[in-house]
């Protein structure tokens, strides 16, 4: 199989025109299945330009969980080849289906990416995301091969392996949960590896949940290696929806797969570019499982300048956060983003926090706790409460609520292989959010 997408090049005009084409297309394919029968009455003609879209219904996720299972599926069960399941950490989990064809678009939107980025057949290619139903794993793993890198299918988690992996094959681009990036540097650390000496590794795919940029430099610092952020979600295929290019600007969403709009979240009506709204995606090209107008619940903003690489699909900005995501403490909003900002800007805090929310004698009580660095965990007491107290004023200030900070030795908070557990909200009866 070789790499054979001819989308990259495109027009602004003859994107905007492929767009319509491709969405009539999808409305006929749509309405085969059961959940979108009979709600669809949108004639072809009335679809004009990409922003006709509009007349068509939204699709939500409790739409996808009332399909369950096959409301969705448009296709023959005999052309479906795969069934991706989300992991149902924000309620019923939901199946996604993927003909032939589905798949193949998907590992050329995904190696598109990788090409921006420069990967080549050169390359070694270490796949760190779990593979299975998960789909961070499969999603790149054919990517990497259809762009020729020797492709090391190592999935998530055994992480002394993972850089047992690293080092005898001379790995020079990973893909990793960002928050698992982290944990690899501590076990290098731990084991006197310097990564920037004693590895090779030059890109780092990181995607799959919310991250900030500071989390991301510090992830770059310390494998000397260049990190591209690459969104998706299993509603649409799974990564490779938007992938930075090496501009390192902002993500280009693949728009001859994806239509897209950024709407506000209250109002439904779209945002000016530049502002920050929710991302609606519609497939363009899926066989199995259209969906049109899905509301990702995904924070961004669309970047209103051309893009210096020449690429005219428009780019997004890093995710913001969710609408899902919003944090209500003594009736103060506070996203979880905010306080990684806040922790990743002081020097001394380490690669992992925890966000923990009760109520006490029915009081808010937000707790944050913080790993430090390796060079700053003390003995000494007095040191400790100082730099407690330096962290509860910087969090203060970001968030306009007083948090309790509790400090932790490198490594003491808990890291799954998969995508990190930042927030558990014991007023919802122990309930953890990630962002499955
Ligand atoms: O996480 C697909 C993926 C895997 C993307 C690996 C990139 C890399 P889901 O499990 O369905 O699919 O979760 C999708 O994860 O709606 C976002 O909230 C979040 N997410 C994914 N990528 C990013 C990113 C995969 N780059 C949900 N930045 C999405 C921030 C992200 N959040």
Redo the contacts with the bound molecule.
């Keep these: 199989m070789q790499y054979t997408d001819q989308g990259i090049n495109l027009t602004r005009e003859q994107l905007d025109e492929m767009q319509v084409e491709l969405l009539r297309e999808t409305l006929q394919r749509a309405r085969l299945s059961p959940a979108y029968e009979g709600k669809l009455d949108v004639a072809p003609e009335d679809l004009r330009t990409p922003d006709d879209i509009r007349k068509l219904p939204l699709t939500s996720k409790d739409d996808l969980r009332a399909g369950m299972p096959e409301g969705f599926l448009a296709a023959p069960k005999r052309e479906v080849v795969r069934m991706h399941y ?2 149902g950490t924000t309620g019923l989990a939901t199946s996604v289906y993927h003909t032939r064809n589905d798949l193949r678009w998907w590992a050329e939107c995904v190696a598109r990416g990788m090409l921006a980025a420069g990967v080549t057949a050169d390359d070694v290619f270490q796949n760190m ?1 779990g593979y299975g139903l ?3 794993g499969l ?2 793993h054919y990517a990497g091969e259809l762009m020729g890198c020797m492709t090391i299918p190592a999935s998530s988690g055994n992480t002394d392996r993972q850089i047992h992996l690293m080092q005898t094959f001379g790995s020079t681009v990973l ?1 990793v ?1 960002p928050s698992y990036a982290l944990r690899v540097l501590h076990l290098c650390e731990q084991q006197g590896i310097d990564p920037r000496r004693d590895l090779q590794v030059r890109i780092i ?7 900030t940029d500071q989390l991301r430099r510090r992830i770059e610092d310390g494998f000397g290696a260049k990190t591209y ?7 649409m295929c ?4 938007a992938m930075e290019c090496a501009e390192q600007e902002g ?1 280009h969403v693949c728009e001859d797969h994806f239509l897209l709009e950024v709407l506000d979240p209250k109002t439904i009506e779209p945002v000016e570019p530049g502002e920050t709204g929710e991302i609606v995606l519609t497939t363009l090209r899926r066989e199995a499982m259209p969906l049109i107008r899905y509301r ?3 924070v961004a903003q669309v970047l209103p300048d051309p893009c210096p690489c020449g690429s005219q699909h428009r780019r997004v900005s ?2 913001l956060g ?1 609408t899902d995501d919003m944090l209500v403490i003594k009736g103060v909003n506070v996203y979880p983003m905010q306080i990684e900002r806040a922790l990743m800007d002081i020097e001394e805090v380490g690669r992992n926090y925890l966000i923990e929310i009760d109520r006490p004698a029915d009081l808010d009580r937000l707790t944050v706790n913080v790993e430090l660095a390796q060079d700053a965990f003390a003995d000494n007491m007095r040191e400790l409460n100082a730099l407690r107290e330096r962290i509860v004023r910087r969090l203060s200030s970001e968030l306009d609520v007083t948090p309790e900070v509790e400090l932790h030795e490198p490594g003491a908070l808990p890291v799954g292989e998969g ?1 990190a557990v930042r927030v558990v909200d014991k007023r919802k009866r122990g309930q953890a959010k990630n ?2």
């Design positions: 989300s992991s995301m998960f789909t961070g999603g790149f893909h949960i795919f990181v995607g799959g949940e919310p991250h952020n690459c969104y998706g979600l299993s509603e799974g990564p490779g929806v993500l990702t619940r995904d890093r995710i969710r995508k962002h499955g």
